[in-house]
T-cell receptor, first 112, second 114 residues
Framework: QKEVEQDPGPLSVPEGAIVSLNCTYS??????FMWYRQYSRKGPELLMY????GNKEDGRFTAQVDKSSKYISLFIRDSQPSDSATYLC????????????FGTGTQLKVEL | KAGVTQTPRYLIKTRGQQVTLSCSPI?????VSWYQQTPGQGLQFLFE???????NKGNFPGRFSGRQFSNSRSEMNVSTLELGDSALYLC?????????????FGNGTRLTVT
């Protein structure tokens, strides 16, 4: 079993919808949680970065971390066709340097 | 500010050959990490360098190696290439090496082994 599980999708939603993306993990040592967006033929781009449990909001994006359930979420409000991409969750341990453990990514398509 | 630059963008090699990939981090960033991305395994950590020293290493065979230069530029080398080494190799840089330091990725080098 992988340390980080993520539904690969594909997930298809209409423009304007609220999108919910999720990851579960098994390593209780993970303290830092990130969401990356990756467009085709591009490298991952950091969207959100949170430490420990709680919520963080940035524009149309909200990240939630529930360490008690080992569950993290990314919500996208008012989704746009330009949000169509693969979304990757990533996590790291305190003292783990820049070693991130990634989920396999969820492919999202926002349709007009 | 220029982003992370990886060269070359595409490479085709034959089994048994070796390959060297290059990464120039964002100006001022001293940490460089390398990841392998494949459809089956996703993104997997290879190694991390900070101030020319390897700080961390993933679970890859010794055929995968890297180094960092005094100007923070980094190279990774794969020797005795196997078909399974075909992947997108991503380099990421950050200003620090503390956990959670945001990583900024380049667009990768696509390696195909035939």
């Amino acid at each position: 079993q992988k340390e980080v599980e993520q539904d690969p999708g594909p997930l298809s939603v209409p423009e304007g919808a609220i999108v919910s993306l999720n990851c579960t993990y098994s390593n209780s040592a993970f303290q830092y949680f990130m969401w990356y967006r990756q467009y085709s033929r591009k490298g991952p781009e950091l969207l959100m970065y949170t430490y420990s449990s709680g919520n963080k909001e940035d524009g149309r994006f909200t990240a939630q971390v529930d360490k008690s359930s080992k569950y993290i979420s990314l919500f996208i409000r008012d989704s746009q066709p330009s949000d169509s991409a693969t979304y990757l969750c990533a996590m790291s341990e305190t003292g783990g340097g820049n070693k991130l453990t990634f989920g396999t990514g969820t492919q999202l398509k926002v349709e007009l | 500010k220029a982003g992370v630059t990886q060269t070359p963008r595409y490479l085709i090699k034959t089994r048994g050959q070796q390959v060297t990939l290059s990464c120039s981090p964002i100006s001022g960033h001293r940490s460089v990490s390398w990841y392998q991305q494949t459809p089956g395994q996703g993104l997997q950590f290879l190694f991390e360098y900070f101030s020319e020293t390897q700080r961390n290493k993933g679970n890859f065979p010794g055929r995968f190696s890297g180094r960092q230069f005094s100007n923070s530029r980094s190279e990774m080398n794969v020797s005795t290439l196997e078909l399974g080494d075909s992947a997108l190799y991503l380099c990421a840089s950050s200003s620090g090496t503390g956990s959670g330091s945001p990583l900024h990725f380049g667009n990768g080098t696509r390696l195909t082994v035939t």
